[in-house]
T-cell receptor, first 113, second 114 residues
Framework: GENVEQHPSTLSVQEGDSAVIKCTYSDSASNYFPWYKQELGKGPQLIIDIRSNVGEKKDQRIAVTLNKTAKHFSLHITETQPEDSAVYFCAASIGQAGTALIFGKGTTLSVSS | DSGVTQTPKHLITATGQRVTLRCSPRSGDLSVYWYQQSLDQGLQFLIQYYNGEERAKGNILERFSAQQFPDLHSELNLSSLELGDSALYFC?????????????FGPGTRLLVL
């Protein structure tokens, strides 16, 4: 079945460093790729998304790249801050309507000051 | 705050019981989605409704059912509960339920089956 692989599962960086999280998806029909941040005790919050008609999108310190040929997409966070510490999930649209999301297993990012 | 509300926040019940989780979407959103988050399975899509009609179905067990009412709130019913049903259940909503739409997640309901 459809699958999204996410790496690494944990990531520790120093404040100010960059963090990169990578995902691979299996469904070639996937065309929407959101990234969510989940803090303890809260629901996932969208931080950035990319659609299949673009290869890169940036929003301040956050950027996402998409390689549809290789079925890879990545999240890049620059100048990390302690408040970036959370669990990050990648997701890909699946299903006939393309509305359901399949999520990766998550990456726990720890930013130490 | 996403604007999606879920009740209750926590629920403790026994095996074999039935519970109902409630979700109110963001103002103006017509579509709701239900997800289950557990340590072993991660975040899994269960089902989507748009304006009262089922639109997409995921790995939802036959013991689980959902519906969306005319006022657009949704309920997820879980019956014959098993220990393995203990998880966080999230509701999300989006405008028209179409592809490429941002899904806004609620704070979740934590279910513990003893």
């Amino acid at each position: 079945g459809e699958n999204v692989e996410q790496h690494p599962s944990t990531l520790s960086v120093q404040e100010g460093d960059s963090a990169v999280i990578k995902c691979t998806y299996s469904d070639s029909a996937s065309n929407y790729f959101p990234w969510y941040k989940q803090e303890l005790g809260k629901g996932p919050q969208l931080i950035i998304d990319i659609r299949s008609n673009v290869g890169e999108k940036k929003d301040q310190r956050i950027a996402v790249t998409l390689n549809k040929t290789a079925k890879h997409f990545s999240l890049h966070i620059t100048e990390t801050q302690p408040e970036d510490s959370a669990v990050y999930f990648c997701a890909a649209s699946i299903g006939q309507a393309g509305t359901a999301l399949i999520f990766g297993k998550g990456t726990t990012l720890s930013v130490s000051s | 705050d996403s604007g999606v509300t879920q009740t209750p926040k926590h629920l403790i019940t026994a095996t074999g019981q039935r519970v109902t989780l409630r979700c109110s979407p963001r103002s103006g959103d017509l579509s709701v989605y239900w997800y289950q988050q557990s340590l072993d399975q991660g975040l899994q899509f269960l089902i989507q409704y748009y304006n009262g009609e089922e639109r997409a179905k995921g790995n939802i067990l036959e013991r689980f059912s959902a519906q969306q009412f005319p006022d657009l709130h949704s309920e997820l019913n879980l019956s014959s509960l098993e220990l393995g049903d203990s998880a966080l259940y999230f509701c999300a909503s989006s405008g028209s339920g179409g592809a490429w739409e941002t899904q806004y997640f609620g704070p979740g309901t934590r279910l513990l089956v003893l």
